[in-house]
């Protein structure tokens, strides 16, 4: 069967670029990089579902031990092209894991909702974790769908956005798959819709303590900075999450 990560690796890797795309510079890299700041110099860093490797390079500066996982061929052929730090397995992370139980930090950052199943990840990231390390876990917002809004096309081929808003998940509660397009790319990825609590409690199952919640909206400034519209502002874009395993 395809892999459809394979499918979209080239253009993903191209929207992604060296350091992530705007939203992951505007939201996800500070987020993680505040979470990961007090870490020691001898420490050892996994990420699941690395893709192409832009973390393992925005992580780079601090000299850690990274290692990174991924079920893409060319996704991981893409880190070695941008010359990724790190070391790099090919596996499928719902699978059992063979990596050790040193790891001071695990991180799925924009994965899980590509997921079907998070439970086995779950119980993959708990053994990969050394006693009190911490397990990030950064996702889409679930409440929330990409932004929408109405466009109008005047004579004199200029677009105008009006009424913009946000549109609330359908059937919240529910879980379900869709196929959903990556900004600005072409070929579309299966995504999977799961509540707030879903996230929560199957890793409280699996052992992990919640320590740390946040809903991640951007800035006006931010927003400006990188023209965006300011009514994304009002909304959280992310959900970012931190779990630590105390046992």
């Not at 079920?71 to 063979?98: C, M, V, W, Y």
């Not at 900004?183 to 990825?189: G, H, W």
Request: hydrophobic share 40%; proline share 5%.
């Amino acid at each position: 069967m395809e892999n459809e990560w394979d499918t979209a690796a080239e253009e993903y890797s191209q929207l992604v670029g060296e350091s992530g795309d705007v939203w992951r510079r505007m939201l996800n890299n500070p987020a993680i990089l505040r979470e990961v700041s007090g870490l020691s110099k001898s420490s050892k860093v996994l990420d699941l579902g690395c893709g192409e490797g832009y973390l393992s390079r925005l992580l780079s500066q601090y000299n850690w031990e990274l290692v990174g996982v991924d079920n893409s061929q060319t996704l991981l052929d893409e880190a070695k092209r941008k010359q990724s730090p790190g070391d790099f397995i090919l596996a499928d992370i719902t699978q059992p894991l063979l990596l050790g139980d040193d790891f001071d930090v695990v991180i799925t950052n924009m994965v899980l909702m590509s997921v079907p199943d998070i439970e086995p990840v779950y119980r993959n990231v708990y053994n990969c974790l050394k006693k009190d390390g911490k397990f990030i876990v950064v996702i889409i917002h679930p409440a929330f769908r990409r932004p929408i809004a109405e466009f109008a096309k005047t004579i004199i081929d200029k677009v105008f956005r009006r009424e913009p808003f946000m549109k609330i998940a359908n059937n919240y509660m529910i879980v379900a798959k869709y196929s959903r397009r990556i900004m600005q790319c072409v070929n579309a990825t299966r995504t999977w819709h799961r509540p707030m609590s879903v996230y929560i409690q199957k890793a409280i199952d699996c052992g992990f303590k919640l320590i740390k919640i946040d809903e991640i909206a951007p800035s006006v400034s931010d927003l400006n900075k990188w023209h965006q519209p300011k009514f994304l502002a009002k909304y959280p874009n992310l959900l970012f999450m931190v779990f630590t395993k105390s046992e």
